[in-house]
């Protein structure tokens, strides 16, 4: 099956007898004979996939002999290694797929004779089609309106939920019984010379020059970096979009006037080195707000070890037998991949619970470029925000599709673009693509199945003819990073948590821990009208023109993640997908890693196409830094026993000890027993010195 692979992929990217069906032809990419670094950079690229393609390439023994005489260059070399150790993983994991899947090497061996059949005009949307079946299948039948429309009704089916019993005590006072969250990203300033003129001392900016030599450790999508203007920041912005929603409520009824919100922050670093000017730079910046309706909490990696060390390891030594306690150590923590402060920013809600107020019964996590748009929420579904988050269905039970009974202990609004809201808060903030399949589409097109699964999810409206959110209602698989709360029972009950290697899409992880777990399975309320407006566009434009790179990396990273984590859950790939697909399931595939590859050399293709939109900078920092990030990723994944089963376990007894030791200061705290209460006033201690606030004036 190797060559039929390789020709498979001559005819992608186009040779002497064929047209590129990616529409960009990579032989013309390849310059050997150019020595500046934005035409090594392509014709490193175009070599890799010119050497995947073989002898079926007239130009493939050419591109390997380049590929080798830069194995050993300082600035190359590294980045010819990763292409050289791709072409014989792409082409194993190809054969081993082949060996495994009898159905795939069918397909495969299908679209090879379909791709060598000259004497026939092919159509296009069939090639595409046939191409699809072996490299993205979830897509398939997404591709023309007519089908698509058929599965946006097909997928609310699959959503639906037939209730069987309301929650009997929802939430009722939503500012006092819901903590909310949201988590703050912080980075280097992108202006070393700048670091003079920063909000922080004189120590501090001593560090940083070190900080910068350092290095960045981990990535995120567009932080705000620490020399940037606090006012123009999304951190005030989402800030003072809060406070406005709850001084809205107060006058709508929903919170007294002398409340306020409990708001806990995490602050992600990309240097460890950056964790206590980060603190320095957000407090300096809050303290030109007065707020009058938050308590704000800002919670950094110092912080969260401390609620370890302190309370959490001296519990489990009282409590527990077992001397296995470092399951904790690390647990708890807000830097790292997105997946560690999404699942502090969950747990925190009963952490919060147990130490500081056991009438918070929720916690909800919300984006800081995202606000409650709450006139148009008023006038167009007739609640509030918090009103929306006082529905019995959140909480609720009922049977899913499956036939599982179901617990909704989740809840998920959706999102709407800052541009659109005024026209109507259920327009999809994510569109069916109109443009054609070009490059990197060819083989992975996300985007297609993320706007149907907006439109089948998130823009479900309950009806009394149809879905009608008594009876029945649908839901999520497909959240986003706001707009989503757990209830505090359902977290001491089911447990859930994305672990610390999740990269990207941490939301959606988060149900996988759990997803077939329990006689009543945990799940997520889709609450129709609870809309928030994504003001992404008011973020600065550098910024997000800077992490546009570090985003398709990402997305790379999620998908051989996605697809190893898949294989350490207790239940079969096929089962996890039939409840994940379209667009979650998607990034679970059973040849990742020449998913990933492909991807990356055919985007980089188009950037060079694509002259006018790429320069020399964010090419070669793509290829190179890009590079580097993947082949750290597949090394740690391909070179054993997948190594994600372990951490896997360790998180998961770790969360359960967290728990196990929650519930049992809980109950020692009930009974007056002289250690829980000590250990509550040490947890207070801690939280309250946490607090910041913008000069939180007295109401």
């Given at each position: 099956?190797?060559?039929k ?16 069906v990616?529409?960009?032809m990579v032989?013309?990419?390849f310059?050997?004979d150019?020595?500046?670094d ?5 014709t490193?690229?175009?070599a890799?996939?010119?050497?995947l393609?073989g002898?079926?390439?007239s130009?493939?023994k050419n ?5 080798e005489?830069?194995?050993?260059d300082?600035?190359w070399?590294?980045?010819?290694r990763?292409y050289l150790?791709?072409l014989?993983?792409?082409?194993s994991e ?10 795939f090497?069918e ?5 090879y004779l379909?791709?060598?059949n000259?004497?026939?005009?092919k159509?296009y949307?069939?090639t595409?089609?046939r191409i699809w079946?072996?490299?993205?299948p979830?897509?398939?039948?997404l591709r023309?309106n007519?089908s ?10 699959k959503r639906?939920?037939?209730i069987?019993r ?7 006072d939503?500012?006092n019984?819901i903590?909310?969250?949201s ?10 010379h700048?670091?003079?003129n920063l909000n922080i001392?004189t120590?501090?900016r001593?560090?940083?020059k070190q900080v910068i030599?350092e290095g960045q450790?981990?990535w ?5 970096p620490?020399?940037m ?11 003072e979009?809060l406070?406005?929603?709850?001084e ?7 919170a007294?006037?002398?409340h306020r919100l ?9 240097h460890?080195?950056l964790?206590?000017m ?9 303290d030109?707000?007065?707020?009058r ?15 370890t060390?302190?309370v959490?390891l001296?519990?489990?030594?009282r409590?527990?037998?077992?001397s296995d306690?470092d399951v904790l150590n690390?647990?708890l923590?807000?830097?790292?991949e997105?997946?560690?402060?999404y699942s502090?920013?969950?747990?925190v809600?009963?952490f ?6 056991s ?12 606000v409650?748009p709450q006139e148009?929420l008023?006038e ?6 918090f ?5 019995p269905l959140w909480?609720s039970?009922?049977?899913d ?6 617990e909704l202990g989740?809840?998920?609004g ?6 659109d ?9 994510i569109?069916v ?6 490059g990197?589409?060819l083989?992975?097109f996300s985007?297609?199945p993320?706007?149907v699964s907006?439109?089948?999810e ?6 009394e003819?149809k879905?009608d959110?008594?009876s029945y209602?649908?839901?999520?698989i497909?959240?986003?990073g706001?707009t ?5 029972d359902?977290?001491m009950k089911?447990r859930p948590f ?5 990269g990207?899409a941490?939301?959606q ?5 759990v997803?077939q ?8 309320l ?8 994504h003001?992404?566009?008011l ?8 992490a546009?790179m ?5 997305d790379y990273?999620?998908?051989?993640v996605?697809s190893f984590y898949?294989r350490?859950?207790p ?7 039939a ?11 059973g040849?990742?890693v020449t998913?990933?590859?492909?991807r ?6 188009s950037?060079i196409?694509d002259?006018s939109?790429t ?5 070669i920092d ?5 590079g ?5 990723k ?6 054993g ?12 007894q770790?969360?359960n000890?967290?728990?196990d030791i929650?519930a049992m200061i809980q109950?020692g ?5 002289s ?5 509550r006033?040490?947890a ?7 607090r910041?606030g913008?000069?939180?004036?007295k109401?």
């Amino acid at each position: 099956m190797k060559e039929k692979f390789r020709t498979i992929i001559s005819h992608i990217i186009g040779s002497e007898t064929s047209k590129p069906v990616c529409g960009i032809m990579v032989e013309d990419q390849f310059k050997p004979d150019r020595t500046d670094d934005y035409s090594i950079a392509g014709t490193l690229n175009a070599a890799f996939l010119i050497g995947l393609c073989g002898e079926a390439h007239s130009q493939s023994k050419n591109a390997l002999r380049f590929l080798e005489s830069f194995k050993d260059d300082p600035g190359w070399g590294q980045t010819v290694r990763f292409y050289l150790e791709g072409l014989d993983l792409v082409l194993s994991e190809i054969e081993d797929r082949c060996f495994a899947d009898k159905g795939f090497a069918e397909e495969l061996n299908g679209l090879y004779l379909w791709l060598i059949n000259e004497g026939e005009v092919k159509d296009y949307d069939q090639t595409i089609n046939r191409i699809w079946k072996i490299f993205f299948p979830e897509g398939l039948s997404l591709r023309d309106n007519r089908s698509r429309d058929e599965n946006i009704k097909l997928l609310r089916e699959k959503r639906k939920i037939r209730i069987s019993r309301l929650n009997p005590s929802p939430i009722s006072d939503p500012v006092n019984q819901i903590l909310f969250t949201s988590n703050i990203l912080i980075t280097a300033p992108g202006n070393p010379h700048t670091l003079d003129n920063l909000n922080i001392s004189t120590e501090n900016r001593q560090k940083l020059k070190q900080v910068i030599r350092e290095g960045q450790v981990w990535w995120y999508d567009h932080p705000v970096p620490v020399d940037m203007a606090f006012e123009n920041s999304e951190i005030l912005h989402g800030l003072e979009g809060l406070e406005k929603a709850v001084e809205f409520e107060k006058v709508h009824g929903t919170a007294g006037k002398d409340h306020r919100l409990n708001c806990a922050l995490s602050v992600s670093v990309t240097h460890p080195g950056l964790r206590d000017m980060a603190r320095e730079y957000i407090e300096y910046g809050m303290d030109m707000k007065k707020f009058r309706h938050l308590n704000i909490f800002i919670f950094s990696e110092t912080d969260t070890a401390g609620m370890t060390n302190e309370v959490l390891l001296p519990a489990a030594g009282r409590y527990f037998d077992s001397s296995d306690h470092d399951v904790l150590n690390n647990l708890l923590g807000v830097d790292g991949e997105y997946g560690r402060h999404y699942s502090f920013l969950k747990a925190v809600s009963a952490f919060w619970h147990v130490f500081m107020d056991s009438g918070v019964k929720a916690t909800f996590k919300i984006d800081l470029d995202q606000v409650f748009p709450q006139e148009e929420l008023a006038e167009q579904t007739g609640y509030s925000a918090f009103d929306h988050l006082k529905t019995p269905l959140w909480g609720s039970q009922g049977i899913d599709s499956f036939g599982n009974k179901v617990e909704l202990g989740m809840i998920a609004g959706a999102l709407v673009n800052r541009n659109d809201v005024k026209e109507s808060l259920f327009t999809p903030d994510i569109k069916v693509p109109e443009n054609g399949i070009y490059g990197e589409d060819l083989v992975f097109f996300s985007r297609l199945p993320q706007a149907v699964s907006t439109e089948a999810e998130m823009m479900t409206r309950y009806e009394e003819d149809k879905i009608d959110g008594k009876s029945y209602c649908i839901q999520r698989i497909h959240v986003t990073g706001g707009t989503t709360g757990i209830l505090v029972d359902s977290l001491m009950k089911h447990r859930p948590f994305t672990p610390a290697f999740i990269g990207r899409a941490e939301d959606q992880a988060y149900i996988m821990s759990v997803l077939q777990g329990g006689e009543n399975k945990l799940r997520c309320l889709h609450k129709s009208g609870l809309v928030m407006r994504h003001d992404k566009d008011l973020t600065n434009a550098d910024l997000l023109r800077s992490a546009e790179m570090d985003k398709h990396i990402g997305d790379y990273l999620r998908i051989l993640v996605f697809s190893f984590y898949a294989r350490v859950l207790p239940w079969g790939i096929s089962d996890i997908k039939a409840e994940l697909d379209p667009y979650t399931g998607c990034f679970i595939s059973g040849i990742p890693v020449t998913l990933v590859y492909l991807r990356f050399a055919l985007k980089a293709a188009s950037m060079i196409a694509d002259k006018s939109g790429t320069d020399v900078e964010q090419l070669i920092d793509f290829i190179l830094n890009g590079g580097e990030r993947l082949d750290r990723k597949i090394r740690e994944l391909t070179s054993g026993l997948n190594p994600l089963i372990g951490k896997f376990r360790k998180e998961m007894q770790g969360w359960n000890l967290f728990y196990d030791i929650l519930a049992m200061i809980q109950k020692g705290i009930a009974e007056g027993d002289s250690f829980a209460l000590d250990l509550r006033e040490k947890a207070r201690a801690l939280i309250e010195s946490c607090r910041a606030g913008g000069k939180q004036v007295k109401l």
